[in-house]
């Protein structure tokens, strides 16, 4: 059971806008930066957003991230076949003095 | 051009050994903070430990707390992991990891192609 919740799985159809959600608390999201990756199928996971909302050079605009609270969000817009993936977002948690990632969400492009 | 390239992994016996390292080229590596992530087969990602760019801050899962050991050598561009008393389900691909600060704040900007443990008997 992951500290953070995703859900497990989302979908839309190419060119259309989806959002991933992450929930957590205050010992992990509400006070540390939240960061979210992009794992292609058979490759190892790649920086989408760091620091709740900034994008890596080489990270299309579609890509954006935003944080309230102890929650986050990963939003892709122009959604392309190319996009379908495991996403995760990360975080540190203070309490515990670890590192920590959703459960990971499916996204499908219908 | 950022690499990092692990090796060490492979089957072993549980209860058994194994130390795996993660060779760094393209950054100053005793800049920067480094992480080992596991991921089982099928599963999603795990943070397994992390060290500071001096050592100075180490923190491990609690699923691993106790037996395994994370460390570096900023010398050779190097990182290892330890791994003691491993289980089943210990069986994983793991990957090492840089964050992008010195200290430990599990932001990682850059990855390996990780090097599969598999532990059996």
């Known amino acids: 059971q992951s500290v953070l919740t995703q859900p497990p799985s989302v979908s839309a159809a190419p060119g259309q806008k989806v959002t991933i959600s992450c929930s957590g608390s205050?010992?992990?999201?509400?006070?540390?930066?939240v960061s979210w990756y992009q794992q292609l199928p058979g490759t190892a996971p790649k920086l989408l957003i760091y620091d709740n909302n900034k994008r890596p050079s080489g990270i299309p605009d579609r890509f954006s991230g935003s944080k309230s609270g102890t929650s986050a969000t990963l939003g892709i817009t122009g959604l392309q076949t190319g996009d379908e993936a495991d996403y995760y977002c990360?975080?540190?948690?203070?309490?515990?003095?670890?590192?920590?990632f959703g459960g990971g969400t499916k996204l499908t492009v219908l | 051009e950022v690499q990092l390239v692990e090796s060490g992994g492979g089957l072993v016996q549980p209860g058994r050994s194994l130390r795996l390292s993660c060779a760094a080229s393209g950054f100053t590596f005793d800049d920067y903070a480094m992480h080992w992530v596991r991921q089982a087969p099928g599963k999603g990602l795990e943070w397994v430990s992390g060290i500071s760019w001096n050592s100075g801050s180490i923190g491990y899962a609690d699923s691993v707390k106790g037996r395994f050991t994370i460390s570096r050598d900023n010398a050779k561009n190097s990182l290892y992991l330890q791994m003691n008393s491993l289980r089943a389900e210990d069986t994983a691909l793991y990957y090492c990891?840089?964050?992008?600060?010195?200290?430990?704040?599990?932001?990682?900007?850059?990855w390996g192609q990780g090097t599969l443990v598999t532990v059996s008997s």
């Open positions: 990360g975080t540190w948690d203070s309490s515990l003095s670890a590192g920590e």
């Open positions: 990891a840089k964050d992008k600060g010195w200290e430990l704040r599990a932001t990682f900007d850059y």
């Open positions: 205050s010992s992990n999201i509400g006070n540390n930066y």
